[in-house]
T-cell receptor, first 115, second 110 residues
Framework: GAGVSQSPSNKVTEKGKDVELRCDPI?????LYWYRQSLGQGLEFLIY????????KSGLPSDRFSAERTGGSVSTLTIQRTQQEDSAVYLC?????????????FGPGTRLLVL | AQRVTQPEKLLSVFKGAPVELKCNYS??????LFWYVQYSRQRLQLLLR??SRESIKGFTADLNKGETSFHLKKPFAQEEDSAMYYC????????????FGAGTRLAVHP
């Protein structure tokens, strides 16, 4: 079946502008995660959604970052007033549930460049 | 705080040579450790997890709680193993989020 999809694949924006990144998880997956992959920094956890529970926002780096998940499916990560340090690849992943046996499946990522 | 360290940014070997990608973690409880791999122009994917105690594509990894390590090993590297490898930790109470290391790029030369 279809894997996790993300859009856009690339985004170039000017400093100070807002951007929205979209993630479509695998159908039926209740858990959804956002990570950020900065050059030389590995992957950094941002936010986690599980069903209708309150999201775990502990990884969001500042209040300029927010995310929502509508209808338990599609998620949007919004970065307001973008800064150059926000440039990174933003990865989305989903899993069937939160259980420890559940594998996270990653999307192709959105490469964000803030000029 | 939970942390994963991959000390090598780049590991360069010749085909047929043994490979060991190092991973150390910081966590006082019982961790769950993973290796993820990202081949060129492909998405990140799970390679193996310690609880499965399996060998995938000839790779194995053993969790050593005494040394807090989860090194990835393969006795004979192949060119197609060239990729970025990430070690990741999942800890109890952390829901299902993963803590990743910075990654090691493995380059296998002919």
């Amino acid at each position: 079946g279809a894997g996790v999809s993300q859009s856009p694949s690339n985004k170039v924006t000017e400093k100070g502008k807002d951007v929205e990144l979209r993630c479509d998880p695998i159908s039926g997956h209740t858990a959804l995660y956002w990570y950020r992959q900065s050059l030389g920094q590995g992957l950094e956890f941002l936010i986690y959604f599980q069903g209708n529970s309150a999201p775990d926002k502990s990884g969001l780096p500042s209040d300029r970052f927010s995310a929502e998940r509508t209808g338990g499916s599609v998620s949007t990560l919004t970065i307001q007033r973008t800064q150059q340090e926000d440039s990174a690849v933003y990865l989305c992943a989903s899993s069937r549930g939160p259980g420890q046996q559940e594998t996270q499946y990653f999307g192709p990522g959105t490469r964000l460049l803030v000029l | 705080a939970q942390r994963v360290t991959q000390p090598e940014k780049l590991l360069s070997v010749f085909k047929g040579a043994p490979v060991e990608l190092k991973c150390n973690y910081s966590y006082s409880g019982s961790p769950e450790l993973f290796w993820y791999v990202q081949y060129s122009r492909q998405r990140l994917q799970l390679l193996l997890r310690h609880i499965s105690r399996e060998s995938i594509k000839g790779f194995t990894a053993d969790l050593n709680k005494g040394e807090t390590s989860f090194h990835l090993k393969k006795p004979f590297a192949q060119e197609e193993d060239s990729a970025m490898y990430y070690c990741a930790l999942r800890f109890s109470g952390g829901y299902n989020k993963l803590i990743f290391g910075a990654g090691t790029r493995l380059a296998v030369h002919p």
